[in-house]
DNA sequence: ACTTTTTACTACTGTTTTAATAGTTATCCA
DNA sequence: TGGATAACTATTAAAACAGTAGTAAAAAGT
């Protein structure tokens, strides 16, 4: 990991970290879909490339972003799980919602709504939700 | 403007505005540091090349985020503004910023603080006078 | 047991985007 | 009026992305 930083602004270090084209879909994909194994991300409606999908993952993994490992039961699958500091994502993936909403739309008529997500209900409450939703997920997951 | 939208995913469409490695270092120039021209912009820590600038300037002015104008009293400069829609990207960043404090300064031991900025204030009082503080300036160039 | 399918990739090629620097035009200032 | 300043454009090289094909290992079907 030579210098990735381009400064020491937060708001540049975070870009270095996840401001790429697919990044942040990964994170939504799980997060908000529940999706944890290759094969889930790569049929997003985005059509991510395998190549890119794959060194993606090998990216947020290295930054501790998400983990990477196999359930005893299945040796095939890979099983993707986001990390605290990935769920802790949520807040900011939910004001990029809000202002989509807002301001977006105009833009993209196919844009649908999140409101099924519990989205444009009370903030804090939405976002706590979301982050015990995908606690939840990921005790199920590792039994 | 051929279809730019990868998806009618509200956080894709974003990303697809603004998620490229430099809009929003340009808008936090404008907002948090009150810059309004090009010179301004280039001459920013991380050095974004002018071919650059220039192209991303154009988009951000092209989908409303910014206005660009010309003072009576200075046509050699263009003076670049945030538009509502644009000013309403603080709490975005924000939440981009408070999860840089906690998440990447680890990585990044260059990383600085926002703390002079208001941040780990209260999240809503700091971001409603940060929005008025730059509505101020407004004003105050447009005399 | 053996064949097929599934999963998770890697490899390859072409295209697009970004980076770095040099150069151009118009305005301002002394 | 001549030099400095501002806002770019042009150019070339490097990097990232996109699309498709192919491979290896595990699982599932027969």
Redesign the interface.
């Known amino acids: 990991m030579k210098n990735i ?11 270095d ?1 996840i ?3 697919w990044s ?2 990964i994170i ?1 994909d799980m997060i908000l879909g529940g999706k944890k194994t290759f094969k889930e991300f790569s049929t ?4 991510i490339a395998p190549g890119i999908l794959s060194s993606r993952l090998k990216w947020l993994e290295c ?1 501790a972003l998400i983990t990477k490992r196999k359930l005893p039961e299945n040796q095939k699958e890979n099983i993707y799980l986001l990390t605290e ?1 990935g769920i ?2 949520v ?15 105009a ?2 008529s ?3 709504s ?1 409101s099924d997500k519990g989205f444009h209900a009370d903030k804090s409450a939405v976002i706590e939700h979301i982050q015990s939703n995908y606690r939840e997920l990921v005790r199920k997951t590792l039994g």
């Open positions: 930083f381009r400064s020491g602004c937060p708001i540049a270090s975070t870009l970290l401001g790429d084209k942040l879909l939504r997003s409606p985005e059509k930054i500091k802790e994502l807040p900011l993936i939910t004001e990029i919602v809000l202002w989509s909403d807002k301001n977006v739309r833009l993209n196919e844009m649908y999140m």
